[in-house]
């Protein structure tokens, strides 16, 4: 099977490094990929959005399946495209995108089919008073949400009325989002812990994969500016077996099958962001595609072979007991250019990669890195994914080796996390309370 890849990040380096695993891969090309991507799979030249010259490579290279790492493309219709030319495709169609496309329209659907979420109300520009008072009504905090992609920028919690006001005067009338805040969605503040379920469907049948957990903030304690992600955990200790469930009845299957009902069944995978509160399970967002940093700790845990598992999606025949998962744990810690999510500097030599042994356990998957010449330099604000894959439940020991690899690199500027793992920690037994094996 020839297989293409679309993206540049360490989702799509993991994806990549999952599908070399397989038997059924020949040729892998990655469009545009990175420096680490550059290493499994041929580069290609050409942009995620570029849907006509995507098409145009896939015929002219026989490519046999397409996997899509981002939501752009997926939001703009490249599923619809490529199967009209009767090109195989992962991913959900541009009506399917909508949950991530539009979180007013997310939003009404969950409140159509019943699915735990926050209150909310949406509110278009020329409802500005409107939105002001429901945003009052609701209480402080109160959480402003551009409806459409805003690159993870979209989110506002205002603490105060005033900040809210502001927030949405800024998307409605000064049209700071553009297109994406032209509708806003305001919604209840939820209390809880962090976790994200994806779940792989051919838009009938479905598999879960281990529950996770992103570090979405820039400073240790989850205090600084929101990121892409700094670092996650999988399996989630947050997400218990019971919990999984609820997550499974009161969120996966009504979503799907809210879905179908609908006429625009979803295929690929469907990326619940959610919330685990008092009250349970509760939804903060859908994603069209698979996290990032999250991809790279729930693909190492698939047993199965992801070619043929994701073939079976594009060609709607998901076999869910081909989707086995490891007994294990992993942990990736990213590391980052010194600076973002503001500002930061990039061509900065990396040097220790090759330190970096898959013998001991550990991978480092490429965000933002290019090649020059022989030398692999720095070229985005995360920049590479450094991932451990302990093939035990001991959650501490795989964050000692993860950690122990990012002490193996360097680059000017780096900056990390060092606390990628810990709140997972706080809901396990400590060492000395569990009962010997
Ligand atoms: P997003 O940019 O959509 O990934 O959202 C950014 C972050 O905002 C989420 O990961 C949550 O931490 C937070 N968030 C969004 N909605 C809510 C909510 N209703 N209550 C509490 N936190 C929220
Ligand atoms: N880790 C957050 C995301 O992929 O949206």
């Given at each position: 099977?020839?297989?293409?890849?679309?993206?540049?990040?360490?989702?799509?380096?993991?994806?990549?490094?999952?599908?070399?695993?397989?038997?059924?891969?020949?040729a892998?090309?990655?469009?545009?990929?990175?420096?680490g991507?550059?290493?499994?799979?041929?580069p290609?030249?050409?942009?995620?959005?570029?849907?006509?010259?995507?098409?145009?490579?896939?015929?002219?290279?026989?490519?046999?399946?397409?996997?899509?790492?981002?939501?752009?493309?997926?939001?703009?219709?490249?599923?619809?495209?490529?199967?009209?030319?009767?090109l195989?495709?992962?991913?959900?169609t541009?009506a399917?995108?909508?949950?991530?496309?539009?979180?007013?329209?997310?939003?009404?659907?969950?409140?159509?089919?019943?699915i735990?979420?926050?209150?909310?109300?949406?509110?278009?520009?020329?409802?500005?008073?409107?939105?002001?008072?429901?945003?009052?009504q609701?209480?402080?905090?109160?959480?402003?949400?551009?409806?459409?992609?805003?690159?993870?920028?979209?989110?506002?919690?205002?603490?105060?009325?005033d900040?809210?006001?502001?927030?949405?005067?800024?998307?409605?009338?000064?049209?700071s989002?553009?297109?994406?805040?032209?509708?806003?969605?305001?919604?209840?503040?939820?209390?809880?812990?962090?976790?994200?379920?994806?779940?792989?469907?051919?838009?009938d049948?479905y598999?879960?994969?281990?529950?996770?957990?992103?570090?979405?903030?820039?400073?240790?304690?989850?205090?600084?500016?929101?990121t892409?992600?700094?670092g996650?955990?999988?399996?989630a200790?947050?997400?218990?077996?019971?919990?999984?469930k609820?997550?499974?009845?009161?969120?996966?299957l009504?979503?799907?099958?809210?879905?179908k009902?609908?006429?625009?069944?979803?295929?690929?995978?469907?990326?619940c962001?959610?919330?685990?509160?008092?009250?349970?399970?509760?939804?903060?967002?859908?994603?069209?595609r698979?996290?990032d940093?999250?991809?790279?700790?729930?693909?190492?845990?698939?047993?199965g072979?992801?070619?043929?598992?994701f073939?079976?999606?594009?060609?709607g025949?998901?076999?869910p007991?081909?989707?086995r998962?490891?007994?294990?744990?992993?942990?990736c810690?990213?590391?980052?250019?010194?600076?973002?999510?503001?500002?930061?500097?990039?061509?900065?030599a990396?040097?220790?990669?090759?330190?970096?042994?898959?013998e001991?356990?550990?991978?480092?998957?490429?965000?933002?890195?290019?090649?020059?010449g022989?030398?692999?330099?720095?070229?985005?604000?995360?920049?590479?994914?450094?991932?451990?894959?302990?093939?035990?439940?001991?959650?501490?020991?795989?964050?000692?080796?993860?950690y122990?690899?990012?002490?193996?690199?360097?680059?000017?500027?780096?900056?990390?996390?060092?606390?990628?793992?810990?709140?997972?920690?706080?809901?396990?037994?400590?060492?000395?309370?569990?009962?010997?094996?």
């Amino acid at each position: 099977m020839n297989v293409l890849v679309i993206g540049s990040g360490a989702r799509e380096h993991t994806i990549v490094w999952k599908l070399r695993q397989s038997p059924q891969v020949r040729a892998l090309y990655c469009a545009p990929g990175n420096a680490g991507i550059g290493k499994m799979a041929t580069p290609v030249s050409l942009k995620p959005n570029d849907i006509a010259g995507l098409a145009r490579f896939v015929r002219e290279n026989s490519i046999d399946l397409t996997v899509v790492g981002p939501e752009q493309p997926l939001v703009d219709g490249i599923v619809d495209q490529f199967e009209a030319a009767g090109l195989a495709i992962v991913g959900p169609t541009k009506a399917a995108a909508m949950l991530e496309g539009s979180k007013a329209f997310a939003k009404e659907f969950m409140a159509s089919c019943n699915i735990p979420t926050a209150r909310f109300r949406s509110f278009g520009a020329g409802e500005l008073d409107e939105a002001e008072r429901y945003a009052r009504q609701l209480g402080l905090p109160v959480v402003v949400k551009a409806d459409g992609l805003a690159a993870g920028k979209g989110v506002v919690i205002c603490e105060s009325f005033d900040a809210a006001v502001i927030t949405l005067r800024d998307m409605l009338q000064n049209k700071s989002f553009g297109r994406a805040g032209e509708q806003v969605v305001i919604e209840e503040y939820l209390v809880g812990e962090e976790a994200s379920v994806f779940a792989l469907t051919d838009g009938d049948r479905y598999a879960l994969l281990a529950s996770a957990q992103d570090h979405k903030r820039i400073l240790d304690g989850d205090r600084g500016k929101n990121t892409g992600g700094m670092g996650a955990y999988a399996p989630a200790p947050v997400v218990t077996s019971e919990i999984l469930k609820r997550i499974e009845e009161e969120v996966v299957l009504p979503t799907l099958r809210g879905m179908k009902e609908r006429g625009t069944p979803y295929r690929g995978c469907l990326y619940c962001g959610l919330m685990i509160t008092a009250d349970g399970p509760k939804v903060i967002e859908y994603n069209c595609r698979l996290g990032d940093p999250e991809t790279q700790v729930v693909l190492p845990l698939i047993e199965g072979d992801l070619a043929e598992i994701f073939m079976s999606i594009a060609e709607g025949r998901l076999d869910p007991a081909a989707v086995r998962l490891h007994d294990a744990t992993v942990v990736c810690v990213v590391m980052a250019s010194r600076g973002y999510p503001d500002d930061y500097q990039t061509g900065k030599a990396i040097h220790g990669l090759e330190n970096v042994k898959q013998e001991d356990g550990c991978v480092v998957f490429h965000a933002g890195t290019r090649m020059d010449g022989d030398q692999i330099l720095t070229s985005g604000g995360r920049v590479l994914g450094v991932t451990a894959i302990g093939y035990s439940h001991e959650l501490q020991k795989t964050i000692d080796a993860a950690y122990r690899a990012v002490g193996l690199i360097t680059f000017d500027g780096a900056y990390y996390r060092s606390d990628i793992g810990q709140k997972a920690l706080q809901h396990l037994p400590k060492p000395e309370q569990r009962s010997p094996k």
